[in-house]
Every structure is written in structure tokens, then in C-alpha cells.
């Protein structure tokens, strides 16, 4: 489960992206360089034909190739979510994860067109299959938000079946298909016309997504001029505002026991009617959790600019950078774990969330300003050494929460 969301702003472009996964799996943010064309390219589960790669930073669950979201050196900026269809994922033969056609919209879109070119044609060639978890039998397929400074596309994914819409002004997507009739571009097998909302599963509510929509739609219509911080306070909601504390579910038992699996999907099979605790900034036992989070503003004539926090949004520092260079603290799988020791502290005793909140807040807040003094000055120079000093400062605050 992931929550992703674009607007439309006076400069460009506001992105943000928080990747749900299963709350032991560690996610980093990584910068990877250009690549040139000709050899044979490793995805997780296939080998296919390498046109080359354009350098971005990603963000990936530690065991896969593909990427959870990123941004390249052209501005664009992909997230991917996982959707319930009348298709069976478990059907499909070992191809693309929604992850690799992440990684393939970055490494080959100068702009959004491009990404969703690559990325369908891709989908044609290869079809998605095999497990987006490891260590465990969970295929599913993707829905993606592809974005750069001029718009982007809302793309939607059923086995090797398609559709996208622009963005306009702004989208939000989560976890259910949410195109109908209004789409613009599909694949051979899409009647004109034909309303892609009788793709989505029947038998999978869609009340697991449409509180989340809710939260990221209202700061999607907000568009307010300050969108980096709107976005991040909108990535720690909690289902009651950006400070509400966590309403973490007890165990469901197992890990594989908090699934249900139906014919086609695996849905989550705890007792939560009103769905409280699956919230934009998750926490659900044994099953889903924030595990990384990511802001990106995008403008046609300057270089992009990049925030990304480590773990579950509520306890975590969204530390600015400057892509392509990414702060060590970002990199590294184990500060990843100190921020899940933060997670699961505040999911133990929701009390300690405050706590928490006054040793980072004024960490993030002087790394924003010193971040944004940075780009007024407009020189390069003193950049080269931010991340160094961003990470020796979360590191401490990391110390003084005793993590």
C-alpha cells in the first residue's frame, strides 16, 4: 500500500510519494549514474534489451532492482502503487514488477511522455508477474504517477492492459483504480470509450484507499505556495491531521497470517471496519508500514530540488538534498533501522510520538533553512558538503531519542 500525489504550482511541480511495505524491510535512497546502451539489463526477475540509462536517485527496498519512487537528472519523478483487478496476478509469468517499470520510467523518460512511453512499451513486451515481496508469494499489479515540470500522467495497469489520463492541475492515486472514462491513451485491448473503473477488483473494498484519496486530494486542491511542507505535513497524516498520533493495529498473528488471499489478490484480513489505522502515514502490525517517503519540486529552468525522510514519515527527518547527490545518512540500512526503532516505539506508546516530534522537528526545520539559503545564494559550492552535515545532525538527534 503507497499513497502518492502531484499539484500544479506557480514554479512547476509538487511530487510526493510514501511507500508502504512490510515493516521490517529496509528502504534506502540511492544515486545511480548514467548508463550507455548495448549491453543486456538484470531486472528482478527478467533480462531484457538496455537502450541505456539516464542517471536519477531511487528509492528500493534493499533486495529489489526496481525502485519504490525517484527522480532522474531530467526532472521527472515516478511513484508506483499497488491495485486489486479482475485480472490474477498469480496467473502471470515471472515478468516486470510495478518496481522495475519505476526504474524504467527514470532511466529512459527525459520528460513524463517519454517515461510513460517506455514504461507501456515495456508492459507489452515483458507483462508484470512474480513476487513485489520478499521472501513471499505476493505478485500484484501497479498503478503509477509520472511527473515532470510541465505535467505528467496518471497511469493504471492490469496485466499487460493500460490506461492514462494527464494530471492537469494535480492527482492523487492509492490503492484501487480510480481512471474511468476519462482516460486519454490505452492499450489495443481498451474499447473507446469503455470505462476502466470495470477493471477494478469487486471483491476488494475500495474504502481501504478512499480515506487516504481524501486526505491527499484535499492537499492536492490546497495548492498552497509552501508545497515541500504541505506535502511532507500531508505524508505524516494519521487520519486526523499531520500530528495525530498513530492508531497502530495489534498483531494480526503471522505475517502470513494477516493476509486473506482470495482467487485473484491478497487483501488485508484484519478486523478494521472503519479503516482508521491504514492511514497516509501507516502503521499496521505485522503487515504495512511507511518504511521511506519522498518530496520533490519540479521547475522547467531550474534544477529539481529533493527531500526524503527514512521510515514512517511521523518519526523520521525529511532531509533536503540536492540530487544527483544523495546524503550518506539516506544510504545507509542502518540508520533506516533506527528510524523503525522510532516507529515501533511510538506504535508501542502513542504518547511518545510528542517526544520524538521535539528532538526531530527542529533538526528538519534548520536542515530546510539552511537548505533553502542554499539555493538563494545560487552557488554550487557550498552544497558539496550539506549532506555530510545533514547526516551528522540527524545522527545526533538519533542518539539523544536513545536509538
Excluded at 10 to 24: E, H, I, L, T, Y
Aim: glycine share 10%; with cysteine; aromatic share 6%.
Amino acid at each position: 500500500m503507497c499513497d502518492t500525489l502531484c499539484f500544479r504550482t506557480d514554479a512547476g511541480m509538487a511530487f510526493g510519494k510514501s511507500s508502504d511495505r512490510p515493516p521490517g524491510e529496509a528502504q534506502v535512497l540511492l544515486a545511480h549514474v548514467a548508463r550507455p546502451a548495448g549491453a543486456r539489463l538484470a531486472t528482478q526477475y527478467l533480462e531484457i534489451e538496455d537502450p541505456g540509462a539516464f542517471a536519477f536517485v531511487g528509492s528500493h527496498p534493499t533486495w529489489l532492482w526496481g525502485a519504490e519512487h525517484g527522480l532522474n537528472e531530467h526532472g521527472v519523478a515516478v511513484g508506483n502503487e499497488l491495485v486489486w483487478t479482475v485480472d490474477d496476478p498469480r496467473a502471470q509469468p515471472r515478468g516486470l514488477l510495478g518496481m522495475d517499470l519505476v526504474r524504467i520510467g527514470l532511466e529512459r523518460g527525459r520528460t513524463a511522455d517519454d517515461a510513460i512511453d517506455a514504461m507501456t512499451a515495456a508492459l507489452a513486451a515483458h507483462g508484470q508477474g512474480g513476487s513485489g515481496e520478499h521472501g513471499q508469494d505476493v505478485p500484484y499489479f501497479s498503478s503509477f504517477l509520472v511527473v515532470d515540470a510541465r505535467g505528467g500522467w496518471v497511469l493504471e495497469t492490469s496485466g499487460r492492459t493500460w490506461a492514462a489520463r494527464p494530471v492537469g492541475t494535480g492527482a492523487a492515486i492509492s490503492n484501487r483504480i480510480t481512471l474511468t472514462t476519462d482516460w486519454t491513451r490505452a492499450s489495443d485491448d481498451v474499447p473507446a470509450g469503455a470505462d476502466f473503473d470495470r477493471w477494478r477488483s469487486p471483491s476488494v473494498p475500495t474504502s481501504l484507499a478512499d480515506h487516504r484519496l481524501a486526505a491527499t486530494r484535499a492537499c492536492v486542491a490546497r495548492r498552497l505556495p509552501d508545497a515541500a511542507a504541505d506535502v511532507a505535513a500531508t505524508l505524516r497524516d494519521h487520519g486526523a491531521g499531520a500530528w495525530g498520533s498513530p492508531a497502530a493495529l495489534p498483531a494480526a498473528g503471522t505475517s502470513a497470517g494477516s493476509r486473506a488471499e482470495s482467487a485473484a489478490n491478497p487483501v488485508p484480513a484484519f478486523t478494521d471496519p472503519d479503516n482508521r489505522h491504514i492511514t497516509v502515514c501507516m502503521h499496521v502490525r505485522d503487515f504495512q508500514a511507511t518504511t521511506a517517503s519522498f518530496v520533490a519540486e519540479l521547475q522547467p529552468d531550474a534544477p529539481p530540488r529533493a527531500w526524503a525522510c527514512l521510515g514512517s514519515p511521523c518519526a523520521s527527518v525529511y532531509v533536503p538534498f540536492f540530487p544527483p547527490s544523495v546524503p550518506p545518512v539516506l544510504t545507509d540500512p542502518a540508520q533506516w533501522a533506527r528510524f523503525a526503532a522510532l516507529r515501533d516505539r511510538v506504535e508501542r506508546d502513542a504518547s511518545a510520538l510528542a517526544e520524538v516530534r521535539t528532538v526531530l522537528a527542529p533538526v528538519e526545520q534548520e536542515l530546510w533553512a539552511e537548505a533553502d539559503a542554499l539555493v538563494a545564494a545560487g552557488d554550487a559550492g557550498p552544497r558539496t558538503g550539506f549532506g555530510r552535515r545533514a547526516g551528522a545532525r540527524v545522527d545526533d538527534a538519533l542518539t539523544t531519542l536513545g536509538v
